[in-house]
Structure formats: C-alpha cells, structure tokens
C-alpha cells in the first residue's frame, strides 16, 4: 500500500483526516453551528493535503495540479471569510460555500484514486472515462450540491448560530 512516512503516506493521512474532519464540519453547519478544533482541523488538513500534492515530482501540469490549485484559492476565501471577516455578514454564506466546496474537491480526488488504486473499481472504469466513474462522481456532485445548498440556507445563510 503505502508507507505513513512517506510523502505519499504524509499527503493520504492529511487528506483523510481532511475528509473525516469535513464531514464532522459539513454536518455541524447544516445545523448552523460549528466546533472550532473540529474546523481548525479541517481548514489545516485540507490546506496541507493540497500543498503537499506540490511536493510530489511532475515535468508537467497535470489535471491533480489544476484541482490542487483551485483548492488553494477556495481554501483561502474560506479562510478569509472565517477568519480575516468573522463571518459577517454575506461572509458567512460565502465561507459556507467555500468549505463545502473544498470538501467535495478532496472527496471527488478520493473517488478519482479509489477507481485508480482499487482493482474492482479500477476493473469498471480503467481509464475513468466509463459511465461507472461519471456516475460515482456525478452522484457525489449532486450530493454535495445539495448539502452544500441546505447549509448555505439553512446553517450558515443567515445570522443563526454559526460561531467561528
């Protein structure tokens, strides 16, 4: 599998703690709260989980480079938003949706490695251009639209509870 101690291993813990902790947060601003560790962690795992997809060695721009970097500037405006705006204002829908989004990306990364490193998943779609990875990413697309939409309006649309 993979070496922990590895830059490989390194980068795989810190994307799914990055995952865990989103979910936990995902969950906490659908009901308009949150618990700051529980952020902390997210917005930190998630911004290294990124930054380390830059240290691996490439002589190309590859699509991992694409995402890593549209998850950078997601991840700032969240971080902005939280932080730099104490979520006043249009700030915390903003930061709503910027978190939700950062969380996708590092699940829709997750479904793309899994079709990639899990032979079964691997067998139904070998070079991810097969309906059974359109249709896992699109289902993932559509569920994170729909959470992300119930947080935004419900959790973090409005001057509710949400606290930083």
Known sequence: MFNPLT???????????AIAAGIVVLLG???????????????????LTSVTGFFFPFSEVKPSHIVGGIALLILAVALYGLYGRDLGGRWRAIYVG????????????????????????????PTQSEPPFAIAQGIVLVLFVALGWR??????????????
């Open 7 to 17: 830059l490989l291993g390194i980068h795989t813990w810190f994307s799914l703690v």
């Open 29 to 47: 601003l659908i009901r308009g709260d949150t618990r700051p560790a529980g952020t902390g962690v997210f917005l930190a795992t998630a911004v």
């Open 98 to 125: 910027s978190a939700v989004a950062s969380l996708y990306l590092l699940v829709f990364v997750g479904v793309a490695q899994a079709f990639a490193k899990i032979g079964a998943l691997q067998a139904l779609a």
């Open 151 to 164: 947080a935004v309006t419900r959790g973090g649309g409005g001057g509710g509870p949400l606290a930083a």
